[in-house]
C-alpha cells in the first residue's frame, strides 16, 4: 500500500516534443505529490509539487495533472529540450502534525532522453 | 543560500567496516532525512529527524542509525557493511513549519557515494 508505481521506464522524445510521466498511488494518506529531477551523480532537485485540492499546477513548462479519484497524477513537459534530458521521479508522502514522519515514497523513475 | 551539504562526497569500504555520513541541512531548516538510491532505483526512505528526534524510520537492518545534533545537522552511521549497502545516500531536509504549501518540501544534498568491496 506505500508503493508509487511510475511509467514508463525510459523515454525518448524529439525536441519540442510534450513527454508525459505517470504516477498511481494507493495509500490514501497520501496528499503531497512532488517531481524530481535527477541528473547522473547528482541529488534529485525538486520541480514541483502538488496537493490533491487542485486537479492541475503549471510552472514554467511543467505540468502536474492530478486525478483523485483514480489516484493517479502525472507529469508533461512542454516544448521539451535536451538540456531536459534526465530521470524523472514521482513521490508521494503524508502530512502529519505534530510529531509524525512524512518521508517521501518514491517511483522508480522515468529517463527522459530529449533528442535535438 | 548554501543547500544541503554532505560529506564525504565519494567512500570507498571493504565488507564488515563501519562507515559515518555527514550532512548539513539548509539554514533555518530543522528536519534531516536520509534515503538510500540504489543504482537505477528510487531513493528508499531511511530515517527522519525532527528536533534532534527520530521522526521515522524505514525498513532498513538495525546496523543503520542515525542521530541529529542541536545545529540541526546529522550524521548516518552503518555497522558491519555489506556488499548491498553501496549506493548513493542521500540527505534530505526541510522546514517543516510554516504553510502548508511549504511543509512537506524536502531539498536533497548532492550525495555520499558508498561503494563497499
Known amino acids: 500500500q506505500q508503493q508509487v508505481k511510475q511509467s514508463p521506464q525510459s523515454l525518448i522524445v524529439q525536441k519540442g516534443g510534450i513527454p508525459i510521466i505517470n504516477c498511481a498511488y494507493e495509500?490514501?494518506?497520501?496528499?503531497?505529490f512532488p517531481w524530481y529531477q535527477q541528473f547522473p551523480g547528482k541529488g534529485p532537485a525538486l520541480l514541483i509539487a502538488?496537493?490533491?485540492?487542485?486537479s492541475e499546477k503549471k510552472e514554467g513548462r511543467f505540468t502536474i495533472s492530478f486525478n483523485k479519484s483514480a489516484k493517479q497524477f502525472s507529469l508533461h513537459i512542454m516544448d521539451s529540450q535536451p538540456g531536459d534530458s534526465a530521470t524523472y521521479f514521482c513521490?508521494?508522502?503524508?502530512?502529519?502534525?505534530?510529531?509524525?514522519?512524512?518521508?517521501?515514497?518514491f517511483g522508480k523513475g522515468t529517463k527522459l532522453s530529449v533528442i535535438p | 543560500d548554501a543547500g544541503v551539504t554532505q560529506s564525504p562526497t565519494h567512500l570507498i569500504k571493504t565488507r564488515g567496516q563501519q562507515v559515518t555520513l555527514r550532512c548539513s541541512p539548509i539554514?533555518?531548516?530543522?528536519?534531516v532525512s536520509w534515503y538510500q538510491q540504489v543504482l537505477g532505483q528510487g531513493p528508499q526512505f531511511i530515517f527522519q529527524?525532527?528536533?534532534?528526534?527520530?521522526?521515522g524510520r524505514g525498513n532498513f537492518p538495525d546496523r543503520f542509525s542515525a542521530r541529529q545534533f542541536p545545529n540541526y545537522s546529522s550524521e548516518l552511521n552503518v555497522n558491519a557493511l555489506l556488499l548491498g549497502d553501496s549506493a548513493l545516500y542521500l540527505c534530505?531536509?526541510?522546514?517543516?513549519?510554516?504553510?502548508?504549501?511549504?511543509?512537506?518540501?524536502?531539498?536533497f544534498g548532492p550525495g555520499t557515494r558508498l561503494t563497499v568491496l
Open positions: 513521490a508521494a508522502s503524508p502530512t502529519y502534525s505534530g510529531a509524525g514522519s512524512y518521508q517521501l515514497t
Open positions: 534530505a531536509s526541510s522546514l517543516r513549519t510554516g504553510s502548508t504549501s511549504s511543509y512537506n518540501e524536502q531539498f
Open positions: 495509500n490514501t494518506a497520501f496528499d503531497y
Open positions: 502538488i496537493r490533491p485540492d487542485v
Open positions: 529527524y525532527y528536533e534532534k528526534e527520530e521522526r
Open positions: 539554514s533555518g531548516h530543522k528536519s
